[in-house]
Protein backbone atom coordinates (compact mmCIF):
# COMPACT_ATOMS: atom_id res chain seq x y z
CA UNK A 1 0.00 0.00 0.00
CA UNK A 2 2.65 2.24 0.17
CA UNK A 3 3.73 2.13 -3.25
CA UNK A 4 -0.02 3.85 -4.66
CA UNK A 5 0.75 4.97 -8.46
CA UNK A 6 -2.27 7.71 -8.48
CA UNK A 7 -3.04 9.98 -11.08
CA UNK A 8 -4.50 13.25 -8.96
CA UNK A 9 -4.26 15.41 -11.79
CA UNK A 10 -6.84 13.37 -13.98
CA UNK A 11 -9.42 13.91 -11.53
CA UNK A 12 -8.36 17.60 -9.87
CA UNK A 13 -7.16 15.68 -6.87
CA UNK A 14 -10.02 13.75 -5.72
CA UNK A 15 -10.25 10.05 -6.82
CA UNK A 16 -13.39 7.81 -6.20
CA UNK A 17 -12.94 5.20 -3.50
CA UNK A 18 -15.18 2.35 -3.84
CA UNK A 19 -15.80 0.59 -0.09
CA UNK A 20 -15.62 -3.20 -0.23
CA UNK A 21 -16.30 -5.13 2.67
CA UNK A 22 -13.40 -7.65 2.93
CA UNK A 23 -15.40 -10.74 4.40
CA UNK A 24 -18.79 -10.56 2.24
CA UNK A 25 -17.50 -8.41 -0.32
CA UNK A 26 -20.86 -6.49 -0.53
CA UNK A 27 -20.22 -3.10 -1.77
CA UNK A 28 -20.57 -0.56 0.77
CA UNK A 29 -20.46 2.92 -0.44
CA UNK A 30 -18.64 5.47 -2.76
CA UNK A 31 -16.30 8.35 -1.07
CA UNK A 32 -13.88 10.66 -2.66
CA UNK A 33 -10.08 10.57 -1.54
CA UNK A 34 -7.39 13.30 -2.10
CA UNK A 35 -3.54 12.31 -0.95
CA UNK A 36 -4.02 13.64 2.81
CA UNK A 37 -7.07 11.47 2.89
CA UNK A 38 -5.15 8.58 1.70
CA UNK A 39 -2.36 9.06 4.20
CA UNK A 40 -4.53 9.42 6.87
CA UNK A 41 -6.58 5.71 6.16
CA UNK A 42 -3.46 4.42 6.00
CA UNK A 43 -1.72 6.08 9.35
CA UNK A 44 -4.92 5.25 11.09
CA UNK A 45 -6.03 2.04 9.71
CA UNK A 46 -9.86 3.83 9.61
CA UNK A 47 -11.13 4.53 6.22
CA UNK A 48 -10.58 8.30 6.07
CA UNK A 49 -12.42 10.83 2.79
CA UNK A 50 -12.28 14.07 1.78
CA UNK A 51 -15.90 15.50 2.18
CA UNK A 52 -16.67 17.66 -0.93
CA UNK A 53 -19.94 19.32 1.08
CA UNK A 54 -17.89 19.72 4.54
CA UNK A 55 -14.74 21.03 2.16
CA UNK A 56 -12.78 18.70 5.06
CA UNK A 57 -11.48 15.31 6.16
CA UNK A 58 -13.99 13.10 7.54
CA UNK A 59 -13.58 9.61 9.05
CA UNK A 60 -16.13 7.76 8.22
CA UNK A 61 -17.85 6.38 12.04
CA UNK A 62 -16.47 9.52 13.68
CA UNK A 63 -20.56 10.26 14.79
CA UNK A 64 -21.88 6.92 14.48
CA UNK A 65 -19.12 4.95 15.94
CA UNK A 66 -19.19 2.52 12.92
CA UNK A 67 -15.78 2.54 11.57
CA UNK A 68 -14.48 1.54 8.34
CA UNK A 69 -11.15 -0.88 9.23
CA UNK A 70 -8.74 -0.38 6.35
CA UNK A 71 -7.21 -4.18 5.36
CA UNK A 72 -6.23 -2.75 1.64
CA UNK A 73 -5.95 -0.80 -0.57
CA UNK A 74 -5.24 -1.05 -5.00
CA UNK A 75 -5.52 1.45 -7.73
CA UNK A 76 -7.36 0.12 -10.86
CA UNK A 77 -5.73 0.14 -14.40
CA UNK A 78 -6.16 4.12 -15.08
CA UNK A 79 -4.53 4.77 -11.91
CA UNK A 80 -7.21 7.06 -10.98
CA UNK A 81 -10.09 4.98 -9.30
CA UNK A 82 -9.53 3.18 -5.44
CA UNK A 83 -10.67 -0.20 -4.06
CA UNK A 84 -10.82 -0.40 -0.62
CA UNK A 85 -11.19 -3.35 1.34
CA UNK A 86 -11.99 -2.91 4.73
CA UNK A 87 -14.20 -4.26 7.85
CA UNK A 88 -17.23 -2.43 8.96
CA UNK A 89 -18.21 -2.09 12.96
CA UNK A 90 -21.53 -1.25 12.48
CA UNK A 91 -24.03 -0.49 9.47
CA UNK A 92 -22.67 1.68 6.97
CA UNK A 93 -25.35 3.73 5.52
CA UNK A 94 -26.45 7.05 7.63
CA UNK A 95 -30.19 5.70 7.27
CA UNK A 96 -29.29 2.74 9.37
CA UNK A 97 -28.62 0.51 6.13
CA UNK A 98 -25.59 -2.04 6.11
CA UNK A 99 -24.77 -0.38 2.74
CA UNK A 100 -25.70 3.31 1.09
CA UNK A 101 -26.99 0.84 -1.75
CA UNK A 102 -29.29 -0.54 0.84
CA UNK A 103 -28.08 -4.08 0.47
CA UNK A 104 -27.49 -6.21 3.45
CA UNK A 105 -23.86 -6.94 4.03
CA UNK A 106 -23.67 -10.62 4.80
CA UNK A 107 -22.06 -13.79 2.99
CA UNK A 108 -22.66 -17.16 4.01
CA UNK A 109 -19.29 -18.22 1.97
CA UNK A 110 -17.10 -16.04 4.17
CA UNK A 111 -18.42 -18.20 7.69
CA UNK A 112 -17.73 -21.47 5.66
CA UNK A 113 -13.79 -20.25 5.59
CA UNK A 114 -13.79 -19.61 9.29
CA UNK A 115 -15.07 -22.33 10.62
CA UNK A 116 -12.47 -24.62 8.26
CA UNK A 117 -9.93 -22.47 10.20
CA UNK A 118 -11.76 -23.32 13.34
CA UNK A 119 -11.66 -26.95 12.32
CA UNK A 120 -8.24 -26.66 11.18
CA UNK A 121 -7.45 -25.28 14.65
CA UNK A 122 -8.90 -27.84 16.37
CA UNK A 123 -6.75 -30.20 14.57
CA UNK A 124 -3.65 -28.61 15.20
CA UNK A 125 -4.09 -27.35 18.54
CA UNK A 126 -6.59 -29.98 20.38
CA UNK A 127 -7.81 -29.28 24.12
CA UNK A 128 -9.85 -31.93 25.73
CA UNK A 129 -13.34 -29.71 25.48
CA UNK A 130 -13.68 -29.49 21.95
CA UNK A 131 -15.63 -31.72 20.13
CA UNK A 132 -13.96 -31.90 17.02
CA UNK A 133 -10.73 -32.24 18.45
CA UNK A 134 -12.07 -35.94 19.73
CA UNK A 135 -13.26 -36.68 16.38
CA UNK A 136 -9.54 -36.30 15.49
CA UNK A 137 -8.37 -38.11 18.45
CA UNK A 138 -10.12 -40.67 17.34
CA UNK A 139 -8.64 -41.28 13.64
CA UNK A 140 -10.27 -41.20 10.68
CA UNK A 141 -12.09 -43.78 10.62
CA UNK A 142 -14.46 -42.50 13.44
CA UNK A 143 -14.93 -39.41 11.63
CA UNK A 144 -15.13 -41.13 8.48
CA UNK A 145 -17.76 -43.37 10.59
CA UNK A 146 -19.97 -39.73 11.32
CA UNK A 147 -20.34 -38.74 7.94
CA UNK A 148 -22.31 -42.05 6.74
CA UNK A 149 -24.10 -41.59 10.12
CA UNK A 150 -25.08 -37.37 9.63
CA UNK A 151 -25.75 -38.19 5.48
CA UNK A 152 -28.41 -41.61 6.77
CA UNK A 153 -29.99 -38.88 9.07
CA UNK A 154 -30.38 -36.30 6.53
CA UNK A 155 -31.79 -39.05 3.84
CA UNK A 156 -34.43 -39.72 6.63
CA UNK A 157 -35.22 -36.40 7.33
CA UNK A 158 -35.94 -35.37 4.16
CA UNK A 159 -38.41 -37.80 3.92
CA UNK A 160 -40.59 -35.89 6.05
CA UNK A 161 -41.38 -32.13 6.08
CA UNK A 162 -40.28 -31.28 9.02
CA UNK A 163 -37.77 -28.19 8.21
CA UNK A 164 -35.97 -27.52 11.33
CA UNK A 165 -35.39 -30.82 12.01
CA UNK A 166 -33.82 -31.59 7.97
CA UNK A 167 -31.31 -28.46 8.25
CA UNK A 168 -30.61 -29.65 11.34
CA UNK A 169 -29.40 -32.60 9.86
CA UNK A 170 -27.87 -30.57 6.75
CA UNK A 171 -25.52 -28.76 8.86
CA UNK A 172 -24.28 -31.41 10.62
CA UNK A 173 -23.84 -33.04 7.77
CA UNK A 174 -21.98 -30.17 6.03
CA UNK A 175 -19.64 -29.59 9.54
CA UNK A 176 -18.52 -33.61 9.41
CA UNK A 177 -17.80 -33.27 5.55
CA UNK A 178 -15.72 -30.05 6.29
CA UNK A 179 -13.78 -32.41 9.23
CA UNK A 180 -13.42 -35.39 6.84
CA UNK A 181 -12.15 -33.10 4.29
CA UNK A 182 -9.11 -31.64 7.11
CA UNK A 183 -8.73 -35.30 8.12
CA UNK A 184 -7.51 -36.19 5.29
CA UNK A 185 -5.63 -33.01 4.72
CA UNK A 186 -7.78 -31.86 1.63
CA UNK A 187 -9.17 -28.56 0.93
CA UNK A 188 -12.03 -27.44 0.27
CA UNK A 189 -10.71 -25.57 -2.77
CA UNK A 190 -9.81 -28.73 -4.19
CA UNK A 191 -13.01 -30.19 -4.35
CA UNK A 192 -14.25 -26.58 -5.93
CA UNK A 193 -11.67 -26.93 -8.52
CA UNK A 194 -13.24 -30.71 -9.70
CA UNK A 195 -17.04 -28.98 -9.49
CA UNK A 196 -15.44 -26.32 -11.65
CA UNK A 197 -13.56 -28.38 -14.52
CA UNK A 198 -16.88 -30.57 -14.28
CA UNK A 199 -19.02 -27.48 -15.62
CA UNK A 200 -16.70 -26.28 -17.56
CA UNK A 201 -16.07 -29.59 -19.59
CA UNK A 202 -20.17 -30.13 -19.80
CA UNK A 203 -20.94 -30.42 -23.79
Not at 40 to 67: H, I
Not at 102 to 117: G, Q
Amino acid sequence: MDSLKIDFQKVSGLVPAIIQDEKSNKVLMLGYMNQEAIDQTMATKKVTFFSRTKNRLWTKGETSGNFLELKSITVDCDNDTLLIKALASGPVCHTGEDTCFAEKNRSYTFFIDELRAIIKDRKNNPNDKSYTASLFAKGINKVAQKVGEEAVEIVIESKDDNKELFLGEAADLLFHYLVLLEAKGYELDEVMNVLIERHQNKS
